[in-house]
C-alpha cells in the first residue's frame, strides 16, 4: 500500500512539476511586448496593387503597441481581417511567433487582361478569370478589352481575350479588343486595318485562319489597300478595299 502511495505521489508531483513548467515559460512569453511585423508581400510586378508601405503602417495601427503592451492583447484576428479586405490579395495569413514577432503574408493576384467596361471604369482579370478592380497608378503592359463592355458580358470578352493570349500568334499582335456588344474587332499592333473576329463563336480557329493569312501576306504592299479583314466566315476570309486606294 505504501509503495503505491508513493508511486501517486511521484506522478502527482511530476504532473505537478510539469504544469509549473508550462506556465512560467507560457507566462514569460505573453508577458513580453510584440517585437515586430515582418510584411512578406509577394507581386507580380515591382509596383504591383499593393502598397506594402501602407498595409505595414495600418497592421502596426491595428497592433497598437503603444497600448498593447502584452502579446495577448494584439488583436491578430483584426490583423488577419483587414489583410483579407484587400481586394487584390489572393492569399493571406497572420501569426505571431515565439519569437514575439508578428509574420503576415500576402500574395497579390496576377492580371494577364483589363477590361475598360462602358460606364468608364476599368477591372483586372486573371488567368482563371477572377475579377479585381482597378487601381491608380497601376501600369502594366497586357492585353485590353473595351467597348461596349458591361459587368455581364465580362465572362464572354474573357473567353474571347483569352483564345487571344492562348495563341502564340495573337499574343504577340493583338493588342486591344473591341466588342460592340455582338461582334469582336481586333486592334493590331503591326497593321492599320480592321480586324473582325464576328460573333464569340469558334475563336480559336478564326485565330488560326488570321495567323495562316497574315504570315501568307507578310510584306506583301497588298495589304496597305485594305481597310478590313473579316474572319467571321467559315473557310473564308473577306477583305474590304480601302476607299482611298485606286
Known amino acids: 500500500m505504501m509503495n503505491k502511495f508513493l508511486k501517486i505521489s511521484g506522478w502527482?508531483?511530476?504532473?505537478?512539476?510539469?504544469a509549473c513548467l508550462w506556465y512560467f515559460t507560457h507566462k514569460e512569453h505573453v508577458a513580453h511586448p510584440l517585437k515586430g511585423?515582418?510584411?512578406?508581400?509577394?507581386?507580380?510586378?515591382?509596383?504591383?496593387?499593393?502598397?506594402?508601405?501602407?498595409?505595414?503602417?495600418?497592421?502596426?495601427?491595428?497592433?497598437?503597441?503603444?497600448?498593447n503592451t502584452d502579446i495577448t492583447m494584439i488583436p491578430v484576428d483584426s490583423v488577419r481581417n483587414y489583410i483579407k479586405s484587400i481586394p487584390w490579395a489572393v492569399y493571406t495569413d497572420a501569426n505571431i511567433t515565439f519569437d514575439e514577432v508578428m509574420v503576415v503574408n500576402i500574395i497579390e493576384c496576377q492580371p494577364i487582361m483589363r477590361v475598360f467596361?462602358?460606364?468608364?471604369?476599368?477591372?483586372?482579370?486573371?488567368?482563371?478569370?477572377?475579377?479585381?478592380?482597378?487601381?491608380?497608378?497601376?501600369?502594366?503592359?497586357?492585353?485590353?478589352?473595351?467597348?461596349?463592355?458591361?459587368?455581364?458580358?465580362?465572362?464572354?470578352?474573357?473567353?474571347?481575350?483569352?483564345?487571344?493570349?492562348?495563341?502564340?500568334?495573337?499574343?504577340?499582335?493583338?493588342?486591344?479588343?473591341?466588342y460592340d456588344g455582338r461582334n469582336y474587332e481586333l486592334v493590331m499592333n503591326n497593321v492599320d486595318l480592321k480586324v473582325v473576329l464576328g460573333d464569340g463563336e469558334n475563336t480559336d480557329a478564326k485565330l488560326q485562319n488570321m495567323q495562316y493569312f497574315f504570315e501568307q501576306m507578310q510584306g506583301s504592299p497588298e495589304l496597305k489597300n485594305y481597310s478590313k479583314i473579316n474572319f467571321n466566315f467559315d473557310n473564308q476570309v473577306v477583305c474590304t478595299r480601302n476607299k482611298t486606294k485606286k
Not at 12 to 18: E, P, S
Not at 45 to 58: P, Q, S
Open 12 to 18: 502527482v508531483l511530476t504532473v505537478a512539476a510539469i
Open 37 to 67: 511585423v515582418e510584411l512578406n508581400l509577394i507581386s507580380a510586378n515591382e509596383h504591383g496593387f499593393i502598397d506594402k508601405n501602407v498595409v505595414y503602417r495600418k497592421i502596426m495601427n491595428i497592433c497598437d503597441t503603444v497600448h
Open 117 to 178: 467596361l462602358k460606364d468608364g471604369h476599368s477591372v483586372y482579370l486573371d488567368e482563371d478569370g477572377n475579377v479585381y478592380p482597378e487601381r491608380f497608378g497601376f501600369l502594366s503592359h497586357m492585353l485590353i478589352g473595351s467597348g461596349n463592355i458591361t459587368k455581364n458580358d465580362i465572362p464572354q470578352v474573357f473567353m474571347v481575350m483569352k483564345s487571344v493570349l492562348n495563341n502564340s500568334y495573337s499574343k504577340c499582335c493583338v493588342k486591344q479588343v473591341y
